[in-house]
């Protein structure tokens, strides 16, 4: 959330990681989350952003319940940690 604050961006696996966190973890509705990216995002797609959510968050026309493991994505994307520690204020690194 720190990137997306300060660059406006974020990957499609951090925005992934975000939706189902929200979605899932803290069980607030996706639409607030959309919202709030499509204020931040220089790239945003109404398309992309919107379907991105209902997706990770289970509703429309395929409502699996998708919930990321946030650690299995840190330890399978960001090995190293070097995204964890430029992006993440943590007392970990």
Do not use: C
Request: hydrophobic content about 30%.
């Amino acid at each position: 959330m720190i990137e997306l604050k300060e660059t406006g961006w974020m990957s499609n696996r951090g925005r992934q990681n975000v939706a189902s966190y929200f979605a899932k973890e803290l069980q607030l509705d996706w639409r607030i989350g959309a919202s709030y990216f499509e204020s931040m995002l220089i790239d945003y797609d109404v398309h992309s952003n919107y379907g991105n959510w209902k997706y990770v968050s289970g509703v429309g026309n395929d409502p699996r319940d998708r919930k990321f493991n946030i650690q299995l994505q840190a330890d399978r994307y960001d090995k190293n940690g070097n995204y964890q520690r430029t992006w993440l204020q943590t007392t970990l690194f």
